[in-house]
């Protein structure tokens, strides 16, 4: 059974909020095939450890406003790797040295990819061309 309807809804804010704190890269794998306790990996990357706490501060007030409150968080202090547990998403927002070296695309392949609105999958932080 593909990830609920609220489960996207929830990740597609939380990259919204991220892509707004120039988040990288950001994807969004339906991993409720895989495994019971969650529906979507949301993952993102920053450059630097402020950047990864901005990102994270942005998705837990947006997630907020939609009635969503993490059940866990880890990795907040050191501000390379940052995990947000949701329930139905999980948010993973890495330092992108650390995103390369864990791979979690590659860990995670098998699971499809959520397709993800324009203003909500990051870049590079450069301008966008008009």
Known sequence: MPAT???VE??????????????????ALDVSEQLVLTDVFLIASGTNERQ????VDAVEEAL???GAKPVRREGKAQGRWVLIDFGDVVVHV???????YYALERLWKDCPLIEL???ARGGDGAAEDA
Not at 52 to 55: E, F, K, M
């Open 117 to 119: 609105p324009p203003d």
């Open 64 to 66: 907020f406003h939609l």
């Open 10 to 27: 929830l990740a597609v804010a939380a990259a919204r909020a991220a892509s707004d704190r120039k988040a990288q890269e950001i994807i």
């Open 52 to 55: 990864v706490g901005a990102i």
């Open 5 to 7: 309807e609220r489960a």
């Open 94 to 100: 890495q330092h992108a040295e650390d995103r390369v």
